[in-house]
């Protein structure tokens, strides 16, 4: 079956950088444009991040532009997102999301938690 797998989360203070990893099984990868959303508590998911199938163009946007990276590779189906420069308003649920033709797939989320 289908499944999106988000790892790497965790506790940091501000500053600190992380990677999330998201590994894929149960379709076919490297024809799914894949994006991370995130929500923080009280808000709505909001997206992002986003690549496409290939890897050859990546856009990030928002208030995580200039320090977040996503990336991926296909060989291992699994999407990365790099954080750097994390800030106490980045604390939330990452979630990584499939999309091609249909309905598009999530993982479960990692909590990301950007605490002094």
């Known amino acids: 079956q289908v499944q999106l797998v988000e790892s790497g989360g965790g506790l940091v203070q501000p500053g600190a950088s992380l990677r999330l990893s998201c590994a894929a099984s149960?379709?076919?990868?490297?024809?799914?444009?894949m994006r991370w959303y995130r929500q923080a508590p009280g808000k709505e998911r909001e997206l992002f991040a986003a690549i496409t199938s290939t890897g050859n163009i990546t856009n990030t946007a928002g208030s995580v532009k200039g320090r977040f990276t996503i990336s991926r590779d296909n060989a291992k189906k699994t999407v990365y997102l790099q954080m750097n420069s994390l800030k106490l308003e980045d604390t939330a649920v990452y979630y990584c999301?499939?999309?091609?033709?249909?309905?598009?797939?999530w993982g479960q989320g990692t909590q990301v938690t950007v605490s002094s």
């Open positions: 999301n499939a999309w091609w033709v249909g309905p598009a797939y």
């Open positions: 149960g379709f076919t990868f490297s024809r799914y444009v």
